[in-house]
């Protein structure tokens, strides 16, 4: 039994109505290089044969009466692999439209929280013969980084898959006797009384980043940018407040979600990364910045400053490699979409990332792990739904999209014999932030994945779009003379 830390169960405690916790992906895969038949029956084998490598994926939450603490994974006694890995098909003619609405429609429905917090769809009918496999995951369970290693526990390297002494041994795994509700409580009581200790640690850690966030050169007003010059002296970008402009998307979300793809090569985006000197990332972040600034424009709804993101950055230690739950942070930056010169975006973002990175290195790592360990789930629920009633993260505002951007495998990966494809995420979103852009990667492609709410952004395909369109424009823009 392990209890769940702060962070892992902010993710639970954010859930209301229409809000989730649960992030997913879809892995489009092709069965021809299986060497047997890709069947149901035997994706559910090599599902279950991986379990022992996912431990999460067999635990149910046990709560702490009253919500006085943080809950605990148990593992779980009637475990029903058959209730977790599911399968449906699409009509005719399986296109990438009706993909994109059966996972926005699978995603938007809530984790059955009695049970492990996890479910595989594996979807037929896909045009040439493809065949998709959508998967949530409760955050509470995972973040990025251990989203891989699960996918590289599920995944293998060969179509022939791995050989039987490089899998755990089968069978079920020794049941654990659920505690009762006062040893729960004492175990909490044990807890709590440690809080005080962790509080001087925490203030002790702010105190010790105090000086360099004071002298840090790329100290701006915290946590936002205040300026960046532009080589002539002229101010590039200010941002007077700690408050995001209004967007369309940052108002209370619905319970339904539209989701949106697209792939583009990794190759393209190097090359415009190595003709402006900058990284991938900066690039991803620039491409996003000029899709943004063409929907709001549509949208009649482009501000006169900067949009504020957060981009949340994993704080995962070597000792930490493997392990699961959440392990991460998140630093805010801001995109230049009223710049119409896609290099000069390109620029700009390049700075603003590299000063929120200097801000964020400048406070304590695990200071969001840290802060959420102090909350009560009991309260904190009760935050989240008076924060709902209430509208404050839309009245607040302090950024206005989630975009992340993951590292995945460059080399070739099989599910159960066939070949993986592609790989895109789908990832959370909460009210007053009803958009999320989540990039991963895999072998020479970047996968985009946009979330959002339905009735708030009906049209993320055209986003998604925008964001190949501007590919194409910023490796123009930054291509040298007479190239």
């Not at 339905?454 to 930054?478: F, K, N, Q, T, W």
Request: aromatic share 6%; with cysteine.
């Amino acid at each position: 039994m392990r209890q769940l830390t702060g962070l892992d169960a902010a993710f639970l405690a954010m859930e209301t109505r229409t809000v989730f916790g649960h992030v997913g992906s879809i892995c489009v895969v092709d069965p021809s290089t299986s060497p047997e038949p890709f069947t149901y029956e035997r994706f559910v084998r090599v599902i279950e044969s991986r379990l022992p490598l996912v431990p999460p994926f067999r635990c149910r939450l046990v709560e702490v009466p009253l919500g006085l603490d943080q809950p605990y994974w148990l593992e779980d006694p009637d475990f029903d692999i058959e209730f977790h890995v599911r399968e449906l098909a699409l009509p005719a003619p399986g296109d990438d439209r009706q993909l994109a609405e059966q996972a926005a429609r699978l995603h938007a429905r809530p984790l059955d929280r009695s049970r492990p917090l996890w479910e595989i769809y594996l979807i037929w009918g896909l045009a040439s013969g493809r065949v998709a496999i959508y998967s949530k995951v409760h955050h509470a369970a995972i973040d990025g980084v251990s989203g891989n290693d699960v996918l590289s526990a599920v995944l293998d390297l060969s179509p022939h898959g791995r050989a039987p002494e490089d899998l755990p041994p089968a069978g079920a795994a020794p049941a654990e006797r659920p505690p009762s509700g006062l040893e729960l409580l004492a175990r909490s009581a044990v807890s709590l009384a440690g809080h005080p200790v962790r509080a001087v640690r925490l203030g002790a850690s702010l105190l010790r980043s105090a000086p360099a966030l004071v002298t840090s050169p790329m100290r701006p007003r915290l946590p936002l940018l205040d300026r960046l010059i532009r080589p002539n002296g002229a101010a590039v970008l200010s941002q007077p407040a700690l408050r995001a402009p209004q967007l369309p998307f940052n108002r209370p979300i619905t319970q339904h979600r539209r989701w949106a793809f697209r792939p583009l090569s990794l190759d393209a985006v190097k090359q415009i990364k190595n003709a402006a000197g900058c990284t991938v990332n900066d690039v991803v972040m620039a491409l996003c910045t000029g899709a943004l600034r063409r929907w709001l424009i549509d949208h009649d709804a482009l501000p006169a400053g900067p949009l504020v993101v957060a981009v949340p950055v994993s704080v995962r230690t070597a000792e930490q490699q493997g392990t699961h739950g959440n392990q991460v942070s998140t630093m805010l930056a801001v995109l230049p979409t009223h710049l119409d010169d896609p290099a000069e975006r390109l620029r700009v973002v390049s700075e603003a990332m590299r000063a929120a990175k200097e801000q964020h290195q400048a406070l304590p790592a695990t200071l969001l792990a840290d802060v959420t360990q102090f909350a009560m789930p009991a309260l904190a629920g009760q935050a989240a739904r008076l924060s709902a009633r209430l509208r404050l993260l839309e009245r607040v505002n302090p950024f206005n999209l989630i975009i992340s951007n993951v590292p995945g495998p460059n080399v070739p990966l099989y599910l159960a014999g066939a070949k993986l494809l592609a790989y895109y995420p789908l990832s959370a979103i909460s009210d007053g932030q009803g958009l999320n852009i989540t990039v991963m990667g895999y072998r020479n492609q970047l996968f985009f994945g946009l979330i959002a709410c339905r009735e708030l952004v009906p049209d993320v395909d055209r986003l998604a779009g925008y964001l190949i369109d501007e590919a194409a424009v910023l490796a123009g823009s930054v291509a040298p003379a007479g190239s």
